[in-house]
C-alpha cells in the first residue's frame, strides 16, 4: 500500500503531463477546423463543469463541458 505522499506524487506526475494546449476531436461550431483545449489543467467547478476551449483557425473561443 502506498502513501497519501506517494499517492499524490504519482497523481500530480500525470495531472502535469495534460497542461498545454491540445486538439480534443470536436469540431469548430464557426469553421468545422478541430478545437483545441485551452488550458487542460483548468475546470470551471460548474455543474456540469466546464473547459475551455479555442480554435486556431478562426480565433473562435468557448467552453465544452
Known amino acids: ?3 497519501l505522499d506517494q499517492h499524490n506524487q504519482q497523481a500530480l506526475a500525470v495531472f502535469q503531463l495534460n497542461t498545454q ?10 469553421c ?3 478545437l483545441m483545449d485551452s ?3 483548468v475546470c470551471l ?3 456540469p463543469p466546464q473547459y475551455s476551449v479555442h ?3 478562426c ?3 468557448g467552453s465544452r463541458y
Open 32 to 34: 468545422q477546423h478541430e
Open 59 to 61: 480565433g473562435y473561443t
Open 55 to 57: 480554435c486556431p483557425s
Open 1 to 3: 500500500m502506498q502513501t
Open 45 to 47: 467547478t460548474s455543474w
Open 21 to 30: 494546449p491540445h486538439p480534443n476531436g470536436i469540431s469548430c461550431p464557426e
Open 39 to 41: 488550458n487542460p489543467s
